[in-house]
Structure formats: C-alpha cells, structure tokens
C-alpha cells in the first residue's frame, strides 16, 4: 500500500466538479492521495471511521469539500487530529456563501483551515497541504519551489496587443 499523505474527501458525487482541482493540483506535485465521498449526514459512519483511522493510515492532511450547511469539514475536524482544509462548493441558492460561513464559523477547538470558494479554493487548499507537508519533506519543498517558479514565468510582462 502506498503511503498516503492527503486525504481529500466531499460530501457528494457532484462536488468532485470543483474538488477535482485539489487533485490536478496534488498530481502535478507528486503528492499521495485518496478520494473519497463521505457525507456528514447521510454516511455518519463512514465520517467516523475515516476521521479515527487517518492516521494510522498515513493521511497527514485532510482537505473536505462541503456545500450548503458544509458540516463536513468541521465534523472531520472533531474526529482527527490531522489538519483539516475546507473547501466551500458553491451552491445554487447562495453561490457558496452559506458553505463559506459554515466552515469558517468553527467554535474554539476544532480549527479548520478555510479557502475561497469554489475551484481556486479546491485548487489553493492542494497548495496549502503541500506546502506544510514541505516542512518535513526537502523533497515535496523541491516540487512545490519548482511549480511557483513555472507559475512565476508563466506570467507575461506586457499584455498583448
């Protein structure tokens, strides 16, 4: 078994749209990961058992993407001690607004980790868990300095007629 480094989780089938940036993001760097659906009202279970064993399996940093009442970020985050990243998934009532306001509205003692909401959310919260993974990983370091700089060049100096 390979070992994991992210986890990347979402409450549906239909938030992989936009979590699917986390992993393009995760691939590009080399980093580990697994994908999993896992709501926290309609599969509790699997919440639970993913939460207790991540580490025991390998998972160093969870990124979950939740939309509308978005409790799965925060409800990973009091099962784990593994940080945890939430991805607010737009929806169609509030654009996101009410995924973004339940996850960054977390009572003292379960942090999560907020990004923006929808696909640069999904897409920085991949950046985020590498770049804390580099801390401990010269390796990972090496990557993610290497993907900034192509980033870097990428961008012209004057615009184009």
Known sequence: MRHLKVGIIMGSQSDWSV?????????????????????????????WE????????????????AGGAAHLPGMMASKTQVPVIGVPIP???????????SILQMPKGYPVATMA?????????????????????????????????????SIEETPRE
Not at 31 to 42: F, Q, T, V
Not at 94 to 99: A, K, P, R, T
């Open 117 to 153: 909401i929808g696909n640069p959310g999904a897409s920085n919260a991949a950046l985020l868990a590498t770049s804390i993974l580099s801390l401990n990983d010269s390796e990972i370091s090496k990557r993610l300095m290497a993907w900034r700089q192509d980033l870097s060049r």
């Open 19 to 47: 979590m699917k940036e986390s992993a393009i993001i995760l691939e590009e760097l080399k980093i580990p990961y697994e994908k999993k659906i896992i709501s926290a009202h309609r599969t509790p279970d699997r919440l």
């Open 91 to 101: 929806t169609t009532a509030l654009s996101g607004l009410d995924s973004l306001y």
């Open 50 to 65: 993913y939460g207790e064993t991540a580490i025991e399996r390998g998972v160093a940093i969870i990124i979950a993407g």
